[in-house]
């Protein structure tokens, strides 16, 4: 059973703009902070935004005022918004689940920024 899917990934230009979707399982998304990740060759995974069960929201200062992470309690599921995309966006966006004991990770879905 695959824990996290997501979506919304894809090819924009410069300006432009993508929402990624996260949907969790039931149990994980009621017990977890939701995050999104995102890596590019030869960098380590960071964090982009994070959102807690109490919609206590973090981003990365890169994203600030361009970026929105928002959860849907009745849906199970976490949404980035990205506005005014640039090209140093460009990564693979990975969708993280932080339980006490526990994470799970997305497979994660590529946001290419490309004029």
């Known amino acids: 059973q695959v824990q996290l899917v997501e979506s919304g990934g894809g090819l924009v230009q410069p300006g432009g703009s993508l929402r990624l979707s996260c949907a969790a399982s039931?149990?994980?998304?009621?017990?977890?902070?939701m995050g999104w990740y995102r890596q590019t060759p030869g960098k380590e995974r960071e964090l982009v935004a994070r959102?807690?069960?109490?919609?206590?929201?973090n981003y990365a200062d890169s994203v600030k005022g361009r970026f929105t992470i928002s959860r849907d309690n009745a849906n199970n599921t976490v949404y980035l918004q990205m506005n005014s995309l640039n090209t140093e966006d460009t990564a693979v966006y990975y969708c993280?689940?932080?339980?006490?004991?526990?994470?799970?990770w997305g497979q994660g879905t590529q946001v290419t920024v490309s004029s």
């Open positions: 993280k689940a932080e339980l006490p004991f526990r994470t799970y």
């Open positions: 039931r149990n994980i998304f009621r017990a977890a902070a």
């Open positions: 959102i807690t069960k109490r919609d206590i929201t």
